[in-house]
């Protein structure tokens, strides 16, 4: 089984900063991508950043430039610097992993969430 732990989410005054943190542990080959989903009230779930083993990233748009995603191997880690945070930014930001497990084949694995709301 393998577990993600999301930390960092908070309140926090429009403009402002946060850092969201996701572990993931357990039963852990290896793991190809992470990243971070949102969802506001009433609206489906969204992406917001991803980074692919390697290096890679991904953004919405609606984030570019604010937000930057950053991982740590070694660690099972990853961070989502949120600066110049909007009211509309507020949501649960949620950690997904696709990970490698040691018996074989690629898993899709949440975290719980962490709430995210920005005061105007």
């Known amino acids: 089984q393998v577990q993600l732990v999301e930390s960092g989410g908070g309140l926090v005054q429009a403009g402002g900063s946060l850092r969201l943190s996701c572990v993931a542990s357990?039963?852990?080959?290896?793991?190809?991508?992470m990243g971070w989903y949102r969802q506001a009230p009433g609206k489906q779930r969204e992406l917001v950043a991803t980074?692919?083993?390697?290096?890679?990233?991904n953004y919405a748009d609606s984030v570019k430039g604010r937000f930057t995603i950053s991982g740590d191997s070694a660690k099972n880690t990853v961070y989502l610097q949120m600066n110049s945070l909007k009211p509309e930014d507020t949501a649960v930001y949620y950690c997904?992993?696709?990970?490698?497990?040691?018996?074989?084949?690629?898993?899709?694995?949440w975290g719980q969430g962490t709430q995210v709301t920005v005061s105007s």
């Open positions: 357990g039963r852990i080959f290896s793991i190809n991508a």
């Open positions: 997904n992993a696709y990970v490698v497990v040691p018996v074989g084949g690629v898993y899709d694995y």
């Open positions: 980074t692919i083993s390697g290096g890679s990233t």
